[in-house]
């Protein structure tokens, strides 16, 4: 009868209607939300971010598919039985009764008794001398992980778009103050002042016979990390060493415009969750074993990684203002695959991204516990356990969004190649085509800024 009063047949139908029209309701205000997000993004030509929103508009409908197929299949997965013993390994909390691990279940289902009385599927278990595989209320409980998943993930998102373009931003009043000027002399005081800055970027990075040892530059470059190294004078050196290598006899070059649109590219790729993400929270899942702290110390592996990522970063910037330093003529910055590993920029965006994600997943883990175990659960672990996690957690979010990421954006522009990608229409087939003209004809062409 418990089963039989809890079924749709029996419950009113303006409780059905009501629930459908909120959830209805929720759901068509976010769909249309997304949808003029979309036409904005458009209509100021911001083809990456709009990219980038299909792209999270993508993996928010797998996470939805996903709760959808736990809760089809949920019937089917809850009859299935294993031996008890087996339901008795590596759990995230320990049993409150020293009793046998078939014991050790069945207390467990004494505790849910309104679980047992709205589903036959325990019993069933319990009649063949097993256990569920997986009860109706841990698939529930996972329907609200994946949910939370889903808004941290979106959230996150946001603010790392949000603070890296404010990081870039910042960098525009460099790239207006060596634009030509209209006087004629404008040329040459353009000429000096990026000498003037190239001097200045060479002595700040070369200073010291000891900056040659390869421990003390990596030292350096480590510590740079932290204080907003890019100055005006490195943005300006490596400026210049970009629009040399690429486009030699372009007459204006917006920079500051070419690396805002690589941020927007390169947050296109970290919104996906990839397959060895999905992977990677399989593992996660896996090692929640109690005892072992397993959330505490995988926390700093973001951080770590961070680090890393933001010393090589900084070590690139060092490295090739040895190498013009080196120069006996005409010293200049020289972009070169060379400097990063394996000859590959993108390595260091696929570490970015991986930072980014299980950082935004510790995150939602974190809230997932909270909300549906309450604070003090056996996985929330001890306060000296949480309180770091989330502190780290918030330093690698806002370190890697405002710091890392637009670093990435200006250095990974070092290597031998550019990215024709962010050019719009007519531009990106005129870039095109003068990079296939023979190098005699760059001579008597002057392209357009690029705006």
């Not at 996972?142 to 603010?159: E, N």
């Not at 400097?339 to 920029?345: A, D, I, L, S």
């Amino acid at each position: 009868m418990a089963e039989e009063s809890n079924s749709l047949e029996y419950t009113p139908t303006w409780v059905v209607a009501v629930v459908c029209f909120v959830i209805v309701l929720i759901s068509f205000f976010a769909e249309r939300g997304l949808h003029n997000l979309g036409k904005w993004l458009k209509k100021k030509k911001q083809d990456a971010l709009f990219e980038a929103l299909q792209k999270l508009e993508e993996e928010l409908m797998l996470l939805g598919f996903i709760s959808l197929l736990l809760t089809v299949t949920q019937g089917a997965i809850s009859r299935f039985c294993i031996p008890p013993h087996l339901a008795a390994i590596m759990l995230p909390c320990k049993r409150k009764t020293e009793s046998s691990s078939h014991e050790k279940y069945f207390h467990v289902i004494n505790n849910r008794r309104r679980l047992l009385s709205a589903s036959s599927n325990a019993a069933h278990c319990v009649h063949k001398g097993k256990v569920q595989l997986f009860s109706l209320e841990a698939l529930h409980q996972l329907h609200i992980f994946i949910f939370v998943l889903a808004v941290v993930q979106v959230i996150f998102c946001a603010s790392t778009m949000v603070l890296g373009g404010a990081r870039i931003r910042q960098w525009k009043a460099w790239e207006d103050s060596i634009k030509p000027k209209p006087e004629p002399e404008g040329q040459t005081k353009i000429a000096e002042e990026h000498h003037h800055h190239l001097t200045k970027f060479l002595h700040k990075h070369t200073k010291g016979f000891w900056r040659k040892a390869a421990v003390i530059s990596w030292l350096i470059s480590f510590f740079k990390h932290f204080t907003g190294s890019i100055t005006k004078s490195d943005y300006i050196a490596l400026r210049q060493g970009f629009i040399k290598a690429h486009f030699p006899h372009m007459s204006q070059f917006n920079f500051h415009e070419y690396i805002l649109r690589n941020l927007q590219m390169d947050f296109k790729q970290i919104v996906g969750i990839s397959w060895y993400l999905w992977l990677f929270v399989v593992i996660f899942l896996l090692l929640n074993v109690e005892g072992w702290h397993t959330y505490f110390w995988l926390a700093f592996l973001p951080l770590i990684l961070l680090l890393l990522v933001g010393a090589k970063l900084e070590h690139i910037i060092a490295l090739m203002a040895h190498e013009a330093n080196e120069q006996t003529d005409n010293k200049e910055v020289k972009p070169s695959d060379d400097h990063f590993w394996f000859g590959k920029p993108v390595i260091i965006l696929h570490l970015i991204h991986f930072i980014l994600f299980q950082n935004s997943f510790e995150i939602a883990f974190f809230f997932w516990i909270w909300c549906t175990y309450g604070f003090e659960s056996c996985i929330m672990e001890k306060l000296g356990y949480i309180v770091p996690r989330l502190i780290m957690g918030l330093i690698v979010q806002v370190l890697c969004s405002y710091s890392t990421l637009p670093l990435y954006a200006l250095v990974s522009q070092m290597g031998s190649k550019y990215t024709v990608r962010v050019f719009r229409g007519p531009t990106q087939s005129l870039i095109t085509r003068w990079a296939n003209m023979p190098s005699g004809i760059h001579m008597r062409l002057r392209l357009i800024p690029i705006s």
